[in-house]
């Protein structure tokens, strides 16, 4: 397979080394990814997993994403690598997709939270993947953040929330995407999209669609008892402050509300500013929802520290490229 991997002439091979021997060593170590900073630990280390879920506050039965840095791979951690998924990889690989499969005898539980699949992917950042070169095998790694809140797209980010937590935290610079990974599921007898992310249910189906046998892609509205894929609870990327969705018609009403109320708001928002005492701050969000995807976490996080009584957050548009957008502001506003 052909992968488009990005160059850097920043990237410290010295520091890779050393983040890679931390690994080896059983230690955790946060490393830029072109979505959010990943919390990664040697996918076949027991001992690593459990402090990785011990520093999250992870539940145990939730899968963690095992990521690689070659195709070859694949076949370790998957028991079949079906013609739908090195279609996809072929397409998005290196970037921002992940792979459910049924997983190989070598799969731990904790990585697949006690189940028969496993998610796999392999990120487009030039760090992570000078990273997962040099360690030559699989790093499990969710978000670097605790378990539920917000995710880190900055290096920044993860020290504020984590620390000494972690062995080390490698600085990639602010993430490219800023959401997390699109999560489709090629376990069953069709594929479908378990967490939307920035890569759409259109552009999957195109390359599926002339598959012989071909397997149709749809959103799962599944709620399992335990997930099948991470970040699909019904709440998640959650700050602390208390986050309200509205419609772009509903938003000047919530405003009112809260200076009725006599609450004190921070606002992001696609609408132009509002005039209004109840306001403590207004974000705008971008128009573009690559843009916006990118600001979205950074965002939430300054509002968090604000000093409001609860963020109002507004709805991007009901299309299919604002989907992973969506998601996350749901799922926010459910925490």
């Known amino acids: 397979m052909k992968e488009n991997v990005p160059t850097s002439a920043s990237i410290d091979a010295e520091e890779i080394k050393s983040a890679s021997t931390l690994l080896k060593a059983g230690q955790l170590v946060a490393f830029p990814t072109e979505t959010v900073y990943g919390l990664g630990c040697d996918a076949a280390n027991a001992e690593a997993l459990a402090r990785l879920y011990r520093v999250k506050g992870r539940p145990g039965d939730h899968p963690v994403i095992v990521h690689l840095a070659s195709i070859d791979q694949v076949k370790d951690w998957a028991l079949e690598v079906p013609d739908e998924a090195l279609a996809l990889a072929e397409k998005f690989w290196p970037g921002p997709m992940t792979l459910i499969l049924k997983?190989?005898?070598?799969?731990?539980?904790?990585?697949?939270?006690?189940?028969?699949?496993?998610?796999?992917?392999?990120?487009?950042?030039?760090?992570?993947?000078?990273?997962?070169?040099?360690f030559a095998s699989g790093v499990a790694a969710p978000s670097a953040n605790r378990?539920?809140?917000?995710?880190?797209?900055?290096?920044?980010?993860?020290?504020?929330?984590?620390?000494?937590?972690?062995?080390?935290?490698?600085?990639?610079?602010?993430?490219?995407?800023?959401?997390?990974?699109?999560?489709?599921?090629?376990?069953?007898?069709?594929?479908?999209?378990l967490r939307p992310g920035m890569i759409?249910?259109?552009?999957?189906?195109?390359?599926?669609?002339?598959?012989?046998?071909?397997?149709?892609?749809?959103?799962?509205?599944?709620?399992?008892?335990?997930?099948?894929?991470?970040?699909?609870?019904?709440?998640?990327?959650?700050?602390?402050?208390?986050?309200?969705?509205?419609?772009?018609?509903?938003?000047?009403?919530?405003?009112?509300?809260?200076?009725?109320?006599m609450m004190k708001v921070a606002v992001m928002?696609?609408?132009?500013?509002?005039?209004?005492?109840?306001?403590?701050?207004?974000?705008?969000?971008?128009?573009?929802?690559?843009?916006?995807?990118?600001?979205?976490?950074?965002?939430?996080?300054?509002?968090?520290?604000?000093g409001a009584d609860y963020i109002i957050a507004e709805a991007p548009p009901d299309l299919p490229e604002w989907m992973g957008i969506l998601d996350r502001l749901r799922r926010a506003a459910n925490g």
């Open 200 to 261: 759409t249910m259109q552009e999957i189906e195109d390359v599926l669609k002339n598959l012989p046998g071909k397997k149709n892609a749809s959103a799962s509205e599944e709620q399992a008892v335990a997930p099948r894929a991470p970040g699909t609870l019904s709440s998640h990327y959650a700050p602390s402050t208390d986050l309200k969705l509205f419609s772009h018609q509903n938003l000047p009403r919530a405003i009112a509300t809260a200076e009725n109320l």
């Open 269 to 306: 928002a696609f609408s132009d500013p509002i005039k209004c005492t109840a306001i403590v701050t207004w974000s705008q969000l971008s128009e573009d929802p690559a843009q916006c995807a990118r600001q979205l976490y950074a965002t939430m996080r300054e509002l968090d520290t604000s």
């Open 147 to 193: 378990h539920g809140k917000i995710s880190p797209t900055n290096a920044d980010h993860v020290k504020s929330e984590l620390g000494d937590l972690v062995a080390k935290v490698l600085d990639g610079g602010q993430c490219a995407v800023g959401i997390e990974s699109t999560i489709v599921d090629l376990s069953g007898e069709s594929a479908r999209i």
């Open 103 to 134: 997983k190989s005898h070598k799969v731990l539980p904790s990585v697949s939270g006690g189940q028969d699949t496993v998610g796999l992917r392999i990120p487009s950042h030039p760090v992570a993947l000078a990273l997962l070169r040099e």
